[in-house]
T-cell receptor, first 115, second 114 residues
Framework: DAGVIQSPRHEVTEMGQEVTLRCKPISGHDYLFWYRQTMMRGLELLIYFNNNVPIDDSGMPEDRFSAKMPNASFSTLKIQPSEPRDSAVYFC?????????????FGPGTRLTVL | AQSVTQPDIHITVSEGASLELRCNYSYGATPYLFWYVQSPGQGLQLLLKYFSGDTLVQGIKGFEAEFKRSQSSFNLRKPSVHWSDAAEYFCAVVRGGSQGNLIFGKGTKLSVKP
């Protein structure tokens, strides 16, 4: 298996622009997670899905952030409009049955820079 | 509120020396505990996990961790460090129950001297 795939690996954009991050989980995994990693706040769970349904989005920082999972093999995290404080590395992870209690397999991350 | 504390931001050890990375959690009931490792520019990889049973847990790459309820700790150990172990290590806690809540510590960066 190719593992969790994220695109793009790097994104540089200007404040106010829309940003879309993409994730393809490991085939057969029921759970998908989005994380944000910064020096100040560390690794934060933003939202997670089970069978394409959002289960907990309490970590999403504000309404500018939205996530979708239209099918079992694809998810997006969108920031609109983007702000400099959104600069971070965003990770996608997936796991099989057990969700939070099971091993998560992480993608390589998307490094987002908002100027 | 539950939290995870990794007191050491950065640790340097010599290759071949033993290693212990500290993790303390605050949570009333028995938590689900994890250690992940992150190599530079990469995502996280699970080293080991503890849910219940034997409090000494063996993981991959020669790592082990011990759950001590009395100290609210879950420290990671390795008897002999290799240069390839240089990375950042994260302790994580999931609160049990029907609605899990996953929290990561801030991480400990490990440097290995030749």
């Amino acid at each position: 298996d190719a593992g969790v795939i994220q695109s793009p690996r790097h994104e540089v954009t200007e404040m106010g622009q829309e940003v879309t991050l993409r994730c393809k989980p490991i085939s057969g995994h029921d759970y998908l997670f989005w994380y944000r990693q910064t020096m100040m706040r560390g690794l934060e769970l933003l939202i997670y899905f089970n069978n394409n349904v959002p289960i907990d989005d309490s970590g999403m920082p504000e309404d500018r952030f939205s996530a979708k999972m239209p099918n079992a093999s694809f998810s997006t995290l969108k920031i609109q409009p983007s702000e400099p404080r959104d600069s971070a590395v965003y990770f996608c992870a997936s796991s099989s049955a057990g969700g939070l209690y099971n091993e998560q397999f992480f993608g390589p991350g998307t490094r987002l820079t908002v100027l | 509120a539950q939290s995870v504390t990794q007191p050491d931001i950065h640790i340097t050890v010599s290759e071949g020396a033993s290693l212990e990375l500290r993790c303390n959690y605050s949570y009333g009931a028995t938590p689900y505990l994890f250690w992940y490792v992150q190599s530079p520019g990469q995502g996280l990889q699970l080293l080991l996990k503890y849910f219940s049973g034997d409090t000494l847990v063996q993981g991959i790459k020669g790592f082990e961790a011990e759950f001590k309820r009395s100290q609210s700790s879950f420290n990671l150990r390795k008897p002999s460090v290799h240069w390839s172990d240089a990375a950042e290590y994260f302790c994580a806690v999931v609160r049990g129950g029907s609605q899990g809540n996953l929290i990561f510590g801030k991480g400990t960066k490990l440097s290995v001297k030749p």
